[in-house]
Nanobody, 126 residues
Framework: QVQLVESGGGLVQAGGSLRLSCAAS????????MGWFRQAPGKEREFVAA????????YYADSVKGRFTISRDNAKNTVYLQMNSLKPEDTAVYYC???????????????????WGQGTQVTVSS
């Protein structure tokens, strides 16, 4: 129902930066919370960051806090993930997510997000 398309992934060296973008379409999503999950090879999908589109609230996993920044442009229905000081352990497929009513305390639970993008590969070399 909500289409999410990620872009901006690629291969970078450790210490480098990337900015991921997620464009939402298919419906009005101004009131949706949006965020990012990632899944590394052989590991479970994990929460990265989230943002409420109708507010200024942002949330980050401890593993990326201070290095990643999530932001949004409501006019473009787009959410961004600025990733700085990348580490090899950041290597993963990054997924954009969107949902209307997830309480902040539950945003790290993958099963509660209803809308997922196709994912974009981020590879960080050592």
């Amino acid at each position: 129902q909500v289409q999410l398309v990620e872009s901006g992934g690629g291969l970078v060296q450790a210490g480098g930066s990337l900015r991921l973008s997620c464009a939402a379409s298919g419906r009005t999503v101004s009131s949706y919370g949006m965020g990012w999950f990632r899944q590394a090879p052989g590991k479970e999908r994990e929460f990265v960051a989230a943002i409420n589109w109708n507010g200024d609230n942002t949330y980050y996993a401890d593993s990326v806090k201070g290095r990643f920044t999530i932001s949004r442009d409501n006019a473009k229905n787009t959410v961004y993930l600025q990733m700085n000081s990348l580490k090899p352990e950041d290597t993963a497929v990054y997924y954009c997510v969107a949902d209307a009513n997830i309480p902040p305390r539950l945003i790290t639970r993958t099963s509660l997000w209803d809308n997922w993008g196709q994912g974009t590969q981020v590879t960080v070399s050592s």
